[in-house]
């Protein structure tokens, strides 16, 4: 027989029950393999842990299905439930499995007491152990004198083990915690604080682990939110105990989805950069919707941020001239317009903004009013992101988070998000020149290094990921571009970040921005280059192109930091500031017009002018009425203004002269 199975939640953490059901397979000679929609089976078996967890489309409708995700009814049979997991499906190496089952809990959020009952006996960890390490799924082990007996059983062992789903504080006594004294530790030691009837618990619970000396890398305590206030109550409690608590927010069984408090108050709570320099009235009154005018928070600018993080790979030593510059408070339009549209989208995603609504923004100092290019951007991004969050299976996701290395070393990236198997960065860019792509982004791979350094709880277990969200309206190209690592990318990426330091410079794309481009070596060096270069000689073209492209951008750097400081009282020899070319205009134009109409002595026509609107204009009007575009469509064409000179690697599609043309050309460089 040809076995399917179908892991429904596909997260990197191996389905227990999907590992038994093909070593029960194999075991009579069944042919197992994971479930392939374009392959034909005898039998597909669908297991899926999380309710929230969409169905798949693609599954055979006589697949058996089951799992928690499904139905909370249904179990193995016995002779499959008790067999050795087949590790080799998800080449793990640390082995999985129930000791007990069931609760004598009746928490009102969890489904173990209906699902299973009260706590039995279910197996000897020798059943399914085949490593040095375990990881255990039992939701209450210490309940159960079975469960007791078989801890003593893999302390004698000396397998590592992880107590996966948290362990009962409230069963800690003396003689357990010198029990647990005995066990390696592969993990963490996971309690649960869930209401502030179990503080005294914990904090005792502690005290006991730590006098017999259990020395995991760390407490770590989950705390379920549902009113935020009792929670914070038990946060502090925490924090006081050191112990890192992990907030939840409250979900039915049937994950309706929870308060938008309380994720304000799981988020703060979990990234330890804001728990540890904020307080939670500090950070929720960021929070705080403000449609007309909102006044922001200043973020930290860190010495070696995200968007310098290729330039620091590939010219080490640009950041000690960078600070030998003098400082420069300058901003360009295009980079206030995007500190504005990151704002707005934070808040749109956070705290329900609507695009309709949005006016005068105000934030870090900024302020700008928010016309129709701004909200076809911002609606274009908003369309990309429930895109990629629907593809992709979105869970959850934290906004404009702040991740640090070391006091120097960090930033603020604009989304975290996370699905069932993958951790992802999410980056919004808002400029119109250059598209940014996702695969290789530096940018993307910086923050996720300094999100795992400060969360390594999110990533265990998880893939990882990189998003670019670019809207880009006057151009046909996508919106959303993605990139999932490979395993070694972010450790490669890091090796180097890590070793990219010392005096070295080198010249390419990456000094576009430099603030050290100005007086760089290696740019004047090219310049004078340039200067003594053959333009028109064609063994060179490609060369002088590739410098002409870079020094375009270096010779604007340097005129606009001549500028800088001459304004600031700078004296550079040979220039000076003077006044811009006057143009005449009119200082008041509707008195101008009422004035030429009073006098009769020329016509409307002749002092005004109206035209057609441009297709991308009207379109814009047609979408404000709700109106169709179809009726003018017909008249609508492209019309290239010409030709134009780019890289290799752009998408748009090279042009073949003809051979007249061709000749024509190489006659004129001959």
């Known amino acids: 027989m040809k076995i399917g199975l179908h892991d429904g939640d596909a997260t990197k953490f191996p389905n227990l029950a999907l590992m038994k059901l093909s070593a029960s397979h194999k075991a009579k000679g069944d042919r197992v393999e994971f479930f392939n929609p374009s392959e034909s089976y005898d039998t597909v078996y669908s297991s899926k842990v999380f309710t929230f967890t969409p169905p798949d489309p693609l599954l055979p409708p006589d697949a058996i299905r089951g799992g928690t995700g499904y139905s909370i009814t249904g179990a193995l049979p016995d002779d499959v439930e008790h067999v050795m997991p087949d590790y080799s499906l998800y080449d793990v190496d640390y082995s999985v499995g129930f000791l007990t089952r069931g609760c004598p809990r009746k928490c009102p959020w ?154 304000h108050f799981a988020r703060w709570v979990n990234h330890k950069a804001e728990y540890n320099s904020r307080t939670w009235d500090e950070y929720i009154l960021d929070k705080q919707p403000k449609i007309t005018e909102t006044v922001g928070v200043k973020m930290k600018h860190y010495r070696n941020g995200g968007s310098t993080a290729a330039r620091k790979l590939a010219c080490p030593g640009w950041r000690k001239l960078a600070d030998a510059m003098p400082e420069s408070n300058t901003s360009s339009s295009f980079a206030e317009e995007g500190t504005i549209l990151h704002y707005c989208m934070e808040n749109i995603l956070e705290d329900g903004w609507e695009i309709d609504e949005l006016d005068v923004i105000t934030t870090d100092g900024i302020t700008l009013t928010i016309d129709d290019d701004h909200r076809e951007k911002l609606t274009m991004a908003l369309e990309a992101w429930d895109e990629f969050c629907k593809e992709h299976k979105i869970v959850d996701y934290k906004c404009e988070i702040t991740y640090e290395l070391d006091e120097d070393t960090g930033g603020t990236c604009d989304i975290i998000a996370w699905s ?62 993605v990139w999932e690592l490979d395993d070694n990318d972010l450790d490669n990426f890091k090796r180097k970040y890590l070793q990219a330091n010392g005096d070295n410079l080198a010249a390419g794309k990456h000094c576009q921005f430099c603030p050290a481009a100005p007086t760089c070596p290696q740019k004047t060096g090219q310049a004078q280059a340039a200067l003594i270069a053959d333009p028109e000689a064609l063994a060179t073209l490609a060369g002088n192109l590739t410098a002409a492209l870079e020094l375009k951008e270096w010779i604007k750097q ?48 002749e002092f005004t002018k109206s035209t057609l609107l441009t297709p991308p204009q009207l379109e814009k009007v047609f979408k404000k009425k709700d109106l169709d575009m179809s009726v003018v469509s017909d008249y609508i064409e492209k019309v290239s203004s010409g030709t134009t000179v780019a890289t290799a690697d752009d998408p748009r599609e090279e042009i073949t002269l003809n051979a007249n043309v061709l000749r024509g050309a190489i006659d004129r460089l001959s």
């Open 110 to 263: 969890c489904v173990v007491p209906e699902k299973e009952g009260g706590i039995v006996p279910n197996a000897d960890v020798e059943e399914f152990l085949n490593h040095s390490e375990a990881v255990l799924l039992d939701n209450n082990v210490l309940a159960s004198p079975h469960g007791i007996a078989q801890i003593e059983k893999i302390a004698s062992l000396g397998v590592k083990v992880d107590f996966n789903q948290g362990l009962d504080a409230r069963l800690i006594d003396d003689s357990v915690a010198r029990l647990l004294g005995k066990v390696k530790w592969r993990s963490p030691v996971r309690l649960a604080c869930d209401h502030k009837g179990q503080m005294k618990s914990i904090q005792k619970a502690v005290q006991l682990l730590r006098w017999h000396n259990v020395t995991p890398r760390r407490y770590f305590c989950y705390v379920l939110v549902k009113d935020v206030d009792d929670a914070l109550e038990r946060v502090k409690f925490l924090k006081g105990l050191n112990v890192d608590p992990f907030a939840q927010p409250y979900r039915t069984f049937d994950e309706e989805p929870s308060e938008p408090e309380q994720r």
């Open 420 to 481: 069932n198997d993958t951790v992802w960065v999410v980056d919004w860019k808002f400029g119109q020149g250059i598209k940014v792509s996702a695969p290789g982004s530096a940018q993307g791979m910086f923050y996720l290094m300094c999100a795992m350094f400060e969360e390594p709880e999110l990533f265990e277990g998880k893939y990882l990921g990189v998003a670019i969200i670019q809207p880009i309206p006057s151009r046909d190209v996508e919106t959303l571009d």
């Open 558 to 605: 340097v005129e606009t930091f001549c500028h800088e400081q001459l304004e600031a009282g700078a004296q550079v020899q040979g220039y000076k500031l003077v006044q811009k070319r006057a143009t005449r205009k009119w200082s008041d134009a509707e008195a101008v017009e009422l004035a030429l109409r009073k006098s009769r002595k020329i016509k409307l026509a």
